[in-house]
């Protein structure tokens, strides 16, 4: 049994703690939150007992811990992970890792040296749909890929506290809080492309709506991912998938929400497998709506059981990811091509 403590009980927070309360191998022992109230009454609604520290030192003293789970602002990530790393703890840390290429990269080399496990929140590599498409790719049962499009959408996000992600300069806008989860799929189906083009809107927080070609020799790839719709738009995540021979579609709006047609026949479901699908300790059964979040933790903790590191969502792979990220806001900032 893997002794967890989450930093950070917002709503990424919360989500992880219902996480960790179902996997067998995980116990949260503790949460750091200045909110300490508020972290209590949301601990009580899920049934959880674990104690609440205002402070990460508070907690390191009072608590035997495995791991922590870092759910804060992502201007808080650097510091936190870093101080979790030299107190020897693995670390799960949400996306994007940080909010600049150098900070990435340090915190993905402290935990190489310190020999510490760093898993990022990168859950669209363990989303059932996506992982779904990676196998399809790799199975060529429709030839070879020749397109990809890849659409984030969702309405103005107004539940962060303090409206920090709505601040650019906390939250990196849209291009690093949404958008990112499409780069770094690109990065785990394709790899680093050579280049981007981006172009986009950029208001109140940052680039809140981005467009990018990623530059490839053998495939077209592009993506889309904003947050400036209406409050009460909703939320869409939805790819198209084109080979030579056939098309893969996901629409999470739609039933069913993965499609595919080989040839001349016609558009019928493409079954898929939610690995953590009712993984459960205490009867709750099918948790495939919590989709990526819930498997990505499984996967977590059960590294931490067998004590092999992470080799999806890791922090060198993160810190790749949020430079492309990066590379693609200077391409929409400057309307150039960015070399990556």
């Not at 209590?40 to 907690?59: C, E, H, N, Y």
């Not at 693995?90 to 290429?101: D, I, Q, R, Y």
């Not at 172009?199 to 790839?221: E, P, R």
Request: aromatic residues 8%; charged residues 20%; positive net charge.
């Amino acid at each position: 049994m893997k002794k967890i403590a989450i930093v950070g009980m917002g709503f990424m927070g919360t989500m992880h703690a219902q996480i960790y309360n179902q996997l067998r191998d995980a116990t949260l022992v503790g949460v750091v939150d200045k909110r300490q109230a508020k972290a209590r009454q949301a601990l009580a609604k899920m049934g959880i007992q674990a104690p609440v520290f205002g402070t990460l030192d508070a907690m390191l003293c009072a608590c035997d811990v495995d791991a922590l789970d870092i759910c804060l602002p992502t201007d808080l990530h650097a510091r936190f992970a870093l101080e979790a790393i030299a107190a020897g703890k693995h670390v799960f840390c949400e996306k994007p890792l940080a909010l600049t290429k150098a900070d990435g990269k340090k915190i993905a080399e402290a935990a190489r040296k310190a020999g510490v496990f760093l898993q990022v929140g990168q859950c669209i590599r363990f989303w059932p749909e996506y992982m779904a498409l990676e196998a399809f790719v790799k199975s060529r049962k429709a030839g070879r890929l020749l397109s990809l499009s890849l659409q984030r959408r969702a309405g103005r996000p107004t539940y962060s506290e303090g409206d920090w992600l709505n601040d650019s300069r906390r939250s990196g806008g849209a291009a690093l809080d949404l958008h990112i989860h499409d780069t770094d799929f690109v990065h785990h189906l394709l790899g680093c492309p050579e280049a981007v083009t981006s172009s986009g809107t950029l208001d109140k927080s940052g680039w809140s709506h981005i467009f990018t070609n990623y530059h490839f020799k053998k495939v077209a790839v592009t993506a889309e991912g904003g947050w400036n719709l209406p409050a009460n738009w909703g939320f869409q995540m939805a790819f198209q998938a084109v080979f030579e021979r056939g098309a893969v579609e996901f629409d999470s709006g739609a039933s069913p929400t993965l499609s595919v047609t080989i040839g001349a026949g016609k558009k019928r479901a493409l079954p898929f497998t939610n690995p953590g699908a009712g993984e459960s300790s205490t009867g709750a059964g099918n948790l495939s709506s919590l989709g990526g979040y819930y498997n990505e933790l499984a996967a977590f903790v059960s590294c931490l059981q067998r004590k092999r590191a992470p080799k999806i969502a890791t922090g060198a792979q993160a810190a790749d990811s949020l430079a492309t990220a990066l590379a693609e806001i200077q391409s929409a900032a400057t309307g150039r091509t960015v070399k990556r």
